[in-house]
């Protein structure tokens, strides 16, 4: 006893530590308020003031940090004064304010503080290390910090819940809004159009489109002083931390230009859930698989087209590096195919008496592999080219004059349905399989096939009904929504309409029309245009317009 009176001091140096996370703030009522900073703060002082033998060292204050673990500031620089011998008492308004993970806390409080002399009081549990009996010691104590641990549980799986719902509304929960957007001042869960961020963004996608490489597109912006995302979210007041590490003054690069290209939210789609905490205890997170994130479609103004987003994700399929003479990729990468060995052709560049001449080379030819040449001059290509848009560009007008007579005559999707030789031949299909499964009953019966071969072919014929019943579907819904929309709905045709105006391909045209090219060894070129479904039915709306008409006028005559 006289030798533990020794070791107490005649006056303590305190640490006042005060902490509040996230969740109780977001509790609401009066406990969030007898839990606030300030209060916690007002509470110590006065039980200091009426303790003789303690002063105030310092005040630590974790503002925003959860309990579930001791990973936060201020108890960090708690701990190494305490270890300095600056600090001998530790005192917090309850045991939740100094955390709520039950072995954790308990460690601290009954052997490292104890080890270290300190002395630790819980004011409104009434505990005080230094006049605590056994009991209080090793049941009172542990208990509470039990409960404490089991109310962060609940309120982690309340919170994961609350956001789980809160995503799949495809309302925005994130800390920070994606750069080119800023959160709805009304309304911290839908977000807004940044004019600035979003215009660079527009830039970064029309560069792509371009032909540029992602290195290239990032030393555009490094070279012109634009402030990358997280610059740019701190000089606009955000302690934005993105978790990767960077210097002390971030640059653009090819990763952060990536992530931009390839980010639905660009073109209004909220796309969430894509990591997780391992557990309340643990603030690492986990990659979750694409199948299992949360994806809303149209929850807010798009900065991107849908066509050129597409075209963008196509191209980086392809994306070639910028040559050492040029920071944009060749005018074809990504479009141009061998016809025979489907591999990218390659461009070469000749040059006779002054003068460059460019043409395209099959890859594997090139190589050495067994392929032929397929030559090609890149201005022989463009001119072919241009004329195949302009030829569809023009099919897309003259439809779309055809779908405004069609509404006048008040005719419907459905009476187009039955000029679709595609969908006629799909349903015969489906007929075929629909009378094979019907017939396995009889066919199991007469003993023609075993209860093994039934079960087989049922499932196998029900797979293909139900596949082909959904292609049907799909071709149906084409056709309604071309009616309901028109060409425009789906095809930039304003865009297309540039190209009657142009006497030479540009890069970005190419982009927005075309899918894919491929040469083939006997000058034979195949041109894939994109919205090649859409082509089709506007045949199929012709043909039913050149007949309706027909009998419109023999009604008439």
């Known amino acids: 006893m006289e030798q533990m009176q020794m070791n107490m001091p005649d006056i303590y140096d305190a640490a006042l530590y005060l902490r509040l996370s996230k969740d109780d703030m977001e509790e609401g009522g009066a406990k969030s308020e007898s839990n606030s900073i300030a209060n916690q703060r007002e509470l110590l002082r006065s039980f200091v003031k009426s303790q003789p033998d303690i002063q105030i060292f310092d005040i630590y204050v974790d503002d925003g940090y959860s309990g579930g673990n001791f990973d936060r500031p201020e108890f960090k620089r708690m701990t190494t004064d305490i270890e300095a011998g600056k600090v001998n008492c530790v005192i917090v308004k ?10 954790e806390a308990g460690r601290w409080i009954e052997k490292t503080y104890p080890a270290l002399n300190v002395r630790f009081i819980s004011v409104t549990d009434q505990f005080d290390s230094k006049t605590a ?6 049941f009172v104590v542990p208990i509470k910090n039990f409960v404490n641990e089991s109310y962060c549980r609940d309120i982690s799986g309340k919170v994961r819940s609350h956001q789980k719902i ?10 920070f809004a994606p750069y080119g957007y800023c959160k709805d001042p009304e309304n911290k869960n839908c977000l807004v159009i940044d004019s600035y961020a979003a215009d660079i963004v527009r830039k970064i996608f029309s560069w792509k489109i371009d032909g540029f490489s992602l290195g290239a597109i990032a030393e555009k912006l490094n070279v012109r002083h634009v402030q990358s995302p997280k610059e740019y979210k701190k000089a606009n007041g955000e302690n934005y931390n993105s978790g ?22 660009y073109i209004g789609n909220m796309v969430q859930g894509k990591q997780e905490r391992i557990s309340y205890k643990v603030k690492q997170r986990l990659d979750k698989p694409e199948s299992e994130w949360v994806k809303v479609e149209n929850t807010h103004p798009a900065i991107i087209r849908q066509n050129d987003f597409d075209v963008v994700q196509k191209l980086l399929q392809y994306d070639g590096r910028a040559s050492k003479t040029s920071d944009s990729a060749n005018f074809f990468w990504g479009f141009v195919f061998c016809g025979d060995c489907k591999t990218p052709m390659i461009r070469r560049v ?60 008040q005719v419907s999707y459905d009476q187009v349905i039955g000029y679709d030789t595609q969908i006629s031949k799909l349903q015969e299909e489906y007929n075929r399989y629909y009378s094979l499964k019907a017939s396995l009953g009889d066919d199991l019966k007469e003993g023609l096939i075993s209860k093994a071969e039934f079960d087989d072919f049922r499932e196998s014929y029900g797979r293909k009904c139900e596949e082909l019943e959904q292609m049907i579907e799909n071709q149906k819904k084409l056709i309604k929504q071309m009616f309901e929309g028109g060409v425009s709905a789906t095809v930039q045709l304003e865009d297309w309409k540039k190209s009657l105006e142009i006497k030479e391909l540009d890069r970005t045209l190419l982009a927005l029309t075309v899918d894919k090219i491929y040469i083939y060894e006997n000058k034979q070129i195949k041109i894939h245009i994109r919205y ?4 089709e039915k506007m045949k199929v709306i012709r043909r039913f317009y050149a007949e309706h008409r ?3 006028r023999k009604e008439v005559g």
């Not at 809160?166 to 800390?175: L, M, N, Q, T, Y």
């Not at 960077?246 to 640059?251: E, H, Y």
């Not at 090649?532 to 082509?535: L, R, T, V």
């Open 532 to 535: 090649q479904d859409m082509i």
């Open 550 to 552: 027909t009998e419109c």
């Open 94 to 103: 309850d045991l939740s304010r100094f955390g709520r993970e039950y072995i």
């Open 166 to 175: 809160k995503r799949e509304k495809g309302e925005f929960i994130g800390a």
């Open 244 to 265: 990767f590490h960077s210097s002390d003054t971030p640059k653009w690069s090819a990763v952060q230009i990536k992530r931009i290209l390839t980010n639905e939210v």
């Open 133 to 138: 009996d056994f009991s209080e010691k090793s």
């Open 350 to 409: 000749n040059q006779y008496k002054g003068k460059k001449k460019a043409f395209y080379i099959c890859q594997t030819k090139n190589k050495g592999g067994d392929c032929t040449r397929h030559s090609i001059p890149e201005e022989v290509l463009k001119r072919i080219v241009l004329k195949e848009i302009q030829a569809y560009t023009a099919l897309f007008i003259d439809y779309q004059m055809i779908m405004e007579e069609l509404c006048e005559m």
